[in-house]
């Protein structure tokens, strides 16, 4: 069974082939990211955003086609992100997806973005069995989910407000590490000392398995007013603390989760479980406690076609007939307990 997934939520075009059959392998995968472009205005205009996935689909497809050695008349399906994600991106992947398949006489799979953020790590050599909680930390979304197999999650806490990766961008940009900022401001920290900028640990001691990050901007937002006019190491010295506060509140959650499921494993997924320091702690606290903690390979926790692609064969293998291609909508909102 070969597999067409399609990637469009915001900001990266994905496009990628999986082939389901003795034990799933990907075939190729290609990405454009549009991050430059945005780079300009500060933040993702979705209207840019829209345009460019129009002009770059077309291109991938053929790459991923080019790279595989396949055609378009081998395709049995046709997976494509159905939400959450921006109104207008949605849209353009859905309707080329969805007339693709139409020409195909495929059926479409439509996916939810964080579901394929959760299945990553399952294109891995070293991956999970189900069931394993998992700690998704991607984009606008910071989630701690029991997954039992695929479709089968249960929500086990959320963010409140700022989501961890929404947090690094706006202290970034308070830094003045510009858009977008996660990246920069976890390369930042390295050069920070530990210890100088002490900073909240939102709802650490809460009982529950709910995070929130606002304030922990606005505590780096104060120590910028009061600081004035500050040094390349001060930034750095900041920039240490937010990621060590940050760091702490999700290494604790999750492992809080882990030992409440009963379970021994963990997945950790999406834009942030990137971040060297969080992959740091985990490791070192999963070796004492004989947890075993699962990653995507650093290409896959940005948005990807690839995880698309993976996440709808995996639905069609647990007996997901697909949908007839045609009629569709996209679901800017949606829930992955919903899914």
């Given at each position: 069974?070969?597999?067409?997934?399609?990637?469009?939520?915001?900001?990266?075009?994905?496009?990628?082939?999986?082939?389901?059959?003795?034990?799933?392998?990907?075939?190729?995968?290609?990405?454009?990211?549009?991050?430059?472009?945005?780079?300009?205005?500060?933040?993702?205009?979705?209207?840019?955003?829209?345009?460019?996935?129009?002009?770059?689909?077309?291109?991938?497809?053929?790459?991923?086609?080019?790279?595989?050695?396949?055609?378009?008349?081998?395709?049995?399906?046709?997976?494509?992100?159905?939400?959450?994600g921006l109104a207008g991106a949605l849209l353009v992947g859905a309707a080329f997806a969805e007339a693709l398949a139409t020409a195909l006489g495929v059926p479409t799979v439509p996916v939810h973005h964080l579901e394929g953020h959760l299945l990553s790590p399952l294109l891995s050599k070293r991956r999970p069995q189900f069931?394993?909680?998992?700690?998704?930390?991607?984009?606008?979304?910071?989630?701690?989910?029991?997954?039992?197999?695929?479709?089968?999650?249960?929500?086990?806490?959320?963010?409140?407000?700022?989501?961890?990766?929404?947090?690094?961008?706006?202290?970034?940009?308070?830094?003045?590490?510009?858009?977008?900022?996660?990246?920069?401001?976890?390369?930042?920290?390295?050069?920070?000392?530990?210890?100088?900028?002490?900073?909240?640990?939102?709802?650490?001691?809460?009982?529950?398995?709910?995070?929130?990050?606002?304030?922990?901007?606005?505590?780096?937002?104060?120590?910028?007013?009061?600081?004035?006019?500050?040094?390349?190491?001060?930034?750095?010295?900041?920039?240490?603390?937010?990621?060590?506060?940050?760091?702490?509140?999700?290494?604790?959650?999750?492992?809080?989760?882990?030992?409440?499921?009963?379970?021994?494993?963990?997945?950790?997924?999406?834009?942030?479980?990137?971040?060297?320091?969080?992959?740091?702690?985990?490791?070192?606290?999963?070796?004492?406690?004989?947890?075993?903690?699962?990653?995507?390979?650093?290409?896959?926790?940005?948005?990807?076609?690839?995880?698309?692609?993976?996440?709808?064969?995996?639905?069609?293998?647990?007996?997901?007939?697909?949908?007839?291609?045609?009629?569709?909508?996209?679901?800017?909102?949606?829930?992955?307990?919903?899914?």
């Amino acid at each position: 069974m070969l597999v067409l997934g399609i990637e469009s939520s915001c900001d990266e075009t994905g496009m990628a082939l999986y082939r389901a059959d003795a034990g799933g392998v990907l075939l190729a995968h290609a990405l454009h990211s549009q991050v430059c472009m945005h780079a300009d205005y500060g933040g993702v205009v979705p209207e840019l955003a829209s345009r460019d996935h129009i002009r770059r689909l077309v291109p991938l497809l053929r790459q991923v086609l080019s790279d595989s050695d396949c055609s378009l008349t081998m395709l049995d399906a046709v997976a494509y992100t159905q939400g959450p994600g921006l109104a207008g991106a949605l849209l353009v992947g859905a309707a080329f997806a969805e007339a693709l398949a139409t020409a195909l006489g495929v059926p479409t799979v439509p996916v939810h973005h964080l579901e394929g953020h959760l299945l990553s790590p399952l294109l891995s050599k070293r991956r999970p069995q189900f069931p394993f909680v998992a700690l998704l930390v991607s984009g606008g979304h910071s989630q701690l989910m029991r997954v039992a197999g695929v479709g089968e999650y249960e929500l086990l806490g959320e963010t409140l407000d700022d989501a961890a990766g929404e947090a690094f961008d706006k202290t970034a940009k308070l830094l003045g590490l510009g858009y977008p900022g996660g990246a920069a401001l976890a390369l930042l920290a390295e050069r920070g000392r530990p210890g100088l900028v002490r900073l909240p640990r939102p709802m650490l001691q809460s009982g529950d398995l709910d995070f929130s990050f606002s304030g922990l901007k606005t505590a780096v937002l104060t120590r910028v007013n009061e600081l004035g006019k500050i040094s390349d190491q001060q930034r750095a010295d900041i920039a240490h603390g937010f990621q060590e506060a940050i760091v702490e509140v999700l290494v604790s959650k999750a492992l809080r989760a882990v030992e409440l499921s009963g379970l021994r494993q963990l997945v950790v997924a999406g834009g942030v479980g990137a971040n060297r320091e969080l992959r740091r702690q985990l490791d070192a606290h999963a070796a004492r406690t004989r947890i075993a903690v699962f990653y995507p390979e650093l290409e896959f926790c940005t948005d990807n076609g690839a995880m698309i692609a993976l996440a709808g064969a995996l639905r069609l293998q647990a007996g997901d007939s697909g949908k007839p291609p045609g009629a569709f909508a996209v679901r800017p909102r949606w829930p992955l307990t919903g899914a």
